[in-house]
């Protein structure tokens, strides 16, 4: 068995689609991301005699974090100790990288991801659960709807970072912006890139901010996700309710 490590290619594409096909049902978002993926680098393939049987990624945040994602096994090699193997592979990558901590995310019933996380010494950082409406609940849910009009789309930076850091959901969110399947450290930079990129709304009382929902689009499956929240209950109520209206009326 001859098994080679090696970073991806463009002209790998046809062959890692075909892997991913069946992936999540096939709704994996890799063939989405293959491009960005290939251009900035840290993406590997395994080859087994040749064919490619498995990939892995690295990318760097800021603050010297590197971010685990994309550990596929093709379907048809699963339970042949090919994620083993891969794993072992892409640790002497990852070993000659000067990365302050290394992080990833996973679902809580991918028991083999899991398993393989924990042999390599990771640990859990912390655990969230995952609520959803797909496009007929949605569109039942904004029906029922009326806004307040006291959501708006924030616009002051400072102000928003104050509200966030000194919140106490941010203790609870572990200090991480949840980005679809992508968590990064919520700082002060990062606040003021998403309220640029008009990510943030809030709710304000006399002037005071009284609650905050930063809202991540992700356009390859046209989702939009709660990537923070935090404030009084009616604040968040009100805030939630916007962002199913804004969800179900579709978004750019």
Not at 48 to 65: H, S
Not at 146 to 159: C, D, M
Not at 219 to 236: C, I, N, Q, R
Request: charged fraction near 30%; aromatic fraction near 12%; charge should be negative.
């Amino acid at each position: 068995m001859n098994f080679t490590l090696s970073e991806v290619r463009p002209e790998d594409r046809e062959e890692i689609l075909e892997l991913c096909r069946g992936i999540w049902d096939g709704h994996d978002y890799i063939p989405y991301v293959f491009d960005k993926w290939v251009e900035e680098g840290g993406f590997y393939c395994g080859r087994l005699n040749g064919r490619i049987v498995a990939l892995d990624k690295y990318t760097w945040q800021e603050n010297g974090i590197l971010w685990l994602e994309g550990f596929r096994v093709h379907p048809d090699m699963q339970g042949q100790g090919i994620g083993s193997l891969m794993s072992r592979e892409f640790e002497r990558v990852l070993e000659g990288l000067d990365c302050r901590v290394m992080r990833s995310m996973t679902a809580e019933i991918n028991e083999k991801s899991r398993h393989l996380a924990g042999k390599k010494g990771f640990y859990v950082l912390a655990e969230y659960d995952n609520y959803g409406l797909w496009e007929e609940e949605l569109k039942a849910e904004a029906e029922k709807i009326t806004l307040s009009g006291r959501v708006k789309k924030e616009s002051i930076a400072g102000e928003a970072a104050d509200f966030v850091l000194s919140s106490h959901d941010f203790e609870l969110y572990m200090g991480l912006y949840i980005a679809n399947w992508v968590a990064f450290d919520i700082t002060r930079e990062l606040i003021k890139k998403e309220v640029e990129a008009g990510n943030c709304f809030s709710v304000r009382n006399a002037g005071k901010i009284e609650g905050l929902i930063f809202l991540y689009p992700y356009m390859p499956y046209k989702t939009l996700s709660v990537a923070f929240l935090s404030g009084t209950d009616e604040a968040v109520r009100e805030l939630l309710a916007f962002a199913v209206k804004k969800a179900a009326e579709g978004y750019e």
